[in-house]
């Protein structure tokens, strides 16, 4: 296993989160796709701190362990706007939530 | 070792962490009781396992807990045979005092509660016996604080018993404080708070090495400090006042904690610093301990309350512990430590029994009314914070003849009485109280010091009193003629689950463990390397030709010259424990104590069983000193006048300060500020600021008119050209 690895997987990853959150017509798959991108990132942060930063340094993993403690934060925050838009406007397809429309 | 170590401290702990995690929410652990127990039990078992283990050299297992910089706070156990002991005396009593709690607190609404309370204060008090650093008996020592307080305080329905928590709380904490200072003086010095050498030297070996170099009053006055944390604990005068207000609590938790195993938690770790005491700080304990001693005795007189009398007989004997350690007796004060803890403890419980007795008998009489089962608690809320009003359950004077109703409770209590009163031979408490009136006596005679000479009569005083009041109470509650002829009828011997561990105690109130503390090899005091004589002691080696002018001399012993005299004191300060039992002065002080205890148990048979000298009429003849013994010596009553009365005073003072000086200059400030700049800068405000925001305002409108069409509100279109922007402007960085 090289640097390659980790960066195509979390590219790939990276890629899917992004058509989920461009594609759905769900708000829950929106914040499953935006898992995804910061789940990619957290390991692009592992993947560099194992092969380019010396041993000893382990900046890194402390970064990835913040992204998730800060995906957990987000997540709870997401769904309690998930639930307020449920309340407001009885759906949560992101297109029918259209109010700010100029 | 390390295993069984683990088992005696984790196993209450997880008793009360089930409690903790489980049961808030509902009643709790319905079978906590059990639980709690069994892992008591365990503890228990593994504290004997762990006896025949003891290593005659022993290392701290210390483990590195916070490492700040240079400086590292370590955090380990460190088993001895005191430890040892100290473990099995802890958690026998508890295990005894958790079986009789099943009866005792039987029908109570927050039982379970009870139990886990009970297990954690168990885990506390077991981890600071064992902790071998300053930090983790500190640690144990606030947690068995609070775990006093919720006890305390446990029926906190009555006024009362919250109060007395309270009290307790705080009289401790005033200790607390100066332990605290003490600590940091130490750790300023030596830069660790461990007290044995574990990676680094501890504490005890750096003050070995500072023998004989130049100013020791600082360790003297650090010495004193931690003690002051003892005082506060183990409630010595001044700071006694707590321990009989504690008696609020229900009577087990009297028994294990106010009696037994808490309050002797300051005994043992003055016992634990006895390397860091100087010849100073020394005689201050001493001093304390004595005057504690004779103090408490005295007014347990004249107390009718039952556990009152029982309250003040426990600080009196604390003071006897610490006179034991202040003058030289390591062994003696451990030794009175262990022989108290069962024989008190009895007492408490078979206290605990006789009002059990009684309680039965205020339930059945307010039947109409036990829809709440905690009732006989509430209906006698009355607030005897001075000891005025007692319980009628508690009042010695409604009780009497009740050897023929529970005859368990009398023989187990009448064993623990003659135990403590120091009745000769077959009751550990009299090898306990003559190793300490022998160990001050020797001190006094080695030293030729006036000071011990003063501290063994007020201890032989003490002891005779003792023996007073203790058969006082023996005769009131169980002898004579009923005085309330319908609680009496009502009375019956407690189940058998408060019988059992009532007998367990009474047959540890025999000497059958005693020969450990004469073992030499088994415990061994650890070396003062600041104790030393005054220099004349030597001089005169006939210490019978006691000259009192000579002894004047050494009233003033000071730091200067016991530096001085260091060389030819070492050797008898350490041998004080040495040749205990042969020495002249063991024998005189058994004759002496065998003396005044017969003495005291003779006056109070011809008071209070025989008739034949009226304590009325005594009292009427001496009635200044009968008020101060009555008035508790006003402790209570100086505290409130003075330091309550101060800090009400002084709240007033700044609330009045308060009220006028500061809320004055806040309001005129306020009023220059709206009548003078506010007018001034509205008025700005109005014609320049808002003209000019207004202009802006219209200027954004019209713009935002046009612009709005480009929001569609829908928020993947949003998405789309962020990431379709971010996908140009990295294309736009690779082409430049």
Same mark, same amino acid.
């Given at each position: ?102 | ?221 650090? $010495? ?24 609020? $609590? ?31 700080? +020394? ?117 009497? $003849? ?33 190793? @300490? ?27 005779? @009193? ?42 540890? +109130? ?80 058994? @004759? ?21 000298? +009226? ?52 309001? $005129? ?68």
């Amino acid at each position: 296993m090289t640097l390659q690895h980790y960066l195509v997987i979390s590219a790939i990853l990276f890629s899917l989160g992004i058509f989920a959150v461009l594609t759905r017509r769900n708000a829950i798959s929106i914040l499953m796709g935006i898992e995804l991108i910061l789940n990619s990132c957290n390991l692009n942060f592992v993947a560099f701190s194992r092969f380019v930063t010396p041993p000893e340094n382990i900046d890194g993993q402390i970064i990835a362990i913040f992204g998730i403690v800060l995906a957990a934060a987000e997540a709870a925050v997401f769904l309690a706007i998930i639930l307020a838009i449920y309340r407001e406007f009885g759906s949560i397809r992101p297109d029918e939530v259209d109010t700010l429309k100029g | 070792m390390v295993v069984l170590i683990s088992i005696i401290l984790l196993a209450p702990l997880t008793a009360f962490a089930v409690y903790a995690l489980l049961g808030l929410a509902n009643k709790g652990n319905p079978r906590q009781d059990v639980l709690s127990t069994f892992a008591m039990l365990a503890a228990f078992i593994c504290s004997i396992l762990l006896f025949w283990q003891i290593d005659p050299k022993p290392v701290p297992l210390t483990i590195d807990w916070i490492s700040l910089g240079s400086i590292t706070f370590s955090m380990g156990f460190y088993l001895d045979s005191v430890t040892v002991i100290m473990l099995i005396v802890v958690t026998l009593v508890s295990s005894l005092v958790h079986i009789f709690s099943m009866g005792y607190m039987h029908g109570d609404p927050r039982y379970p509660r009870f139990f886990a309370f009970l297990s954690l204060f168990s885990f506390s008090m077991l981890f600071l016996v064992v902790s071998d650093n300053l930090l983790g008996i500190y640690i144990g020592w606030e947690l068995v604080g609070l775990c006093s307080y919720l006890l305390i305080g446990f029926w906190f329905e009555k006024d009362s018993a919250a109060n007395a928590c309270k009290k307790a709380f705080l009289t401790t904490r005033v200790g607390d404080v100066g332990m605290f200072v003490g600590m940091m003086m130490l750790f300023t010095k030596f830069k660790t708070l461990s007290l044995y050498d574990g990676a680094n030297a501890g504490i005890f070996t750096l003050v070995e090495g500072l023998s004989g170099t130049g100013d020791m009053l600082w360790l003297s006055v650090a $010495g004193i400090l931690i003690f002051c944390g003892a005082v506060g604990k183990s409630a010595q005068v001044p700071l006694h006042t707590w321990l009989p207000d504690a008696m609020e $609590g229900p009577t087990p938790v009297s028994a294990l904690i106010h009696a037994a195993t808490m309050v002797a938690a300051g005994v043992y770790l003055t016992a634990r610093m006895f390397p860091i005491l100087t010849t100073s700080s +020394s005689l201050v304990i001493a001093y304390v301990g004595g005057i504690t001693a004779i103090v408490a005795a005295t007014i347990a007189i004249v107390r009718f309350d039952i556990k009152r009398v029982l309250a003040y007989s426990t600080v009196s004997q604390l003071g006897f512990m610490m006179l034991a350690i202040g003058a030289g007796s390591y062994v003696a004060g451990l030794f009175h430590l262990t022989t108290h803890a069962f024989f008190k403890a009895l007492l408490f419980l078979g206290s605990g029994s006789v009002i059990h007795a009684f309680h039965a008998m205020h339930t059945h009489h307010d039947e109409e009314h036990t829809d709440d089962a905690n009732h006989e608690h509430d209906d006698h809320s009355l607030v005897h914070e001075h000891g005025s009003e007692i319980p009628p359950d508690q009042d010695m004077r409604n009780m009497g $003849g009740l050897r023929r109703k529970m005859p368990f409770t009398f023989i187990t209590m009448l064993i623990a009485t003659l135990s403590i009163s120091g009745v000769p031979f077959i009751f550990s408490g009299f090898w306990s109280k003559d190793k @300490i009136l022998g160990g001050v006596l020797e001190r006094a005679m080695e030293w030729n010091s006036i000071h011990h000479y003063i501290l063994f009569v007020i201890a032989l005083i003490a002891a005779g @009193i003792t023996a007073f009041y203790m058969f006082r109470l023996i005769f009131m509650t169980f002898f004579g003629e009923p005085k309330n002829q319908e609680m009496h009828e009502m009375a019956h011997e407690s189940p058998w689950v408060m019988t059992v561990p009532l007998l367990v105690l009474a047959f540890l +109130s025999f000497p059958v463990v005693n020969h450990l503390w004469f073992n030499k090899d088994f415990v061994k005091p650890p070396m003062q390397h600041h104790i030393h004589a005054p220099e004349h002691a030597q001089v005169l080696p006939d210490s019978k030709t006691h000259n009192t002018e000579f002894s004047l001399a050494f009233l003033g012993v000071s730091e200067a010259n016991a530096a001085e005299g260091e060389e030819n004191g070492h050797d008898s300060a350490h041998g004080a424990d040495g040749h205990h039992g042969h020495s002249p002065a063991h024998t005189i002080a058994m @004759i002496l104590s065998i003396i005044v205890a017969g003495f005291g148990i003779l006056l109070s048979w011809l008071f209070y069983h025989k008739r034949r000298l +009226s304590a009325e009429a005594v009292s009427t003849t001496f009635r200044p000193v009968y008020n101060l013994f009555w008035n508790k010596y006003y402790f209570d009553e100086f505290y409130d006048g003075v330091l309550v009365a101060l800090t009400v005073w002084k709240s007033r003072l700044y609330a009045q300060f308060d009220g006028s000086v500061v809320d004055g200059i806040v309001n $005129g400030v306020g009023t220059v500020t709206r009548d003078v700049f506010a007018a001034f800068t509205g008025f700005f405000d109005n014609s320049v600021v808002d003209g000019i925001v207004n202009r802006i305002a219209e200027v954004t409108w019209t713009i935002g008119g046009r612009i709005r069409r480009i929001q569609t509100g829908a928020i993947q279109t949003y998405l789309f050209v962020v990431i379709g922007g971010i996908v140009l402007i990295i294309l736009i960085f690779r082409v430049l």
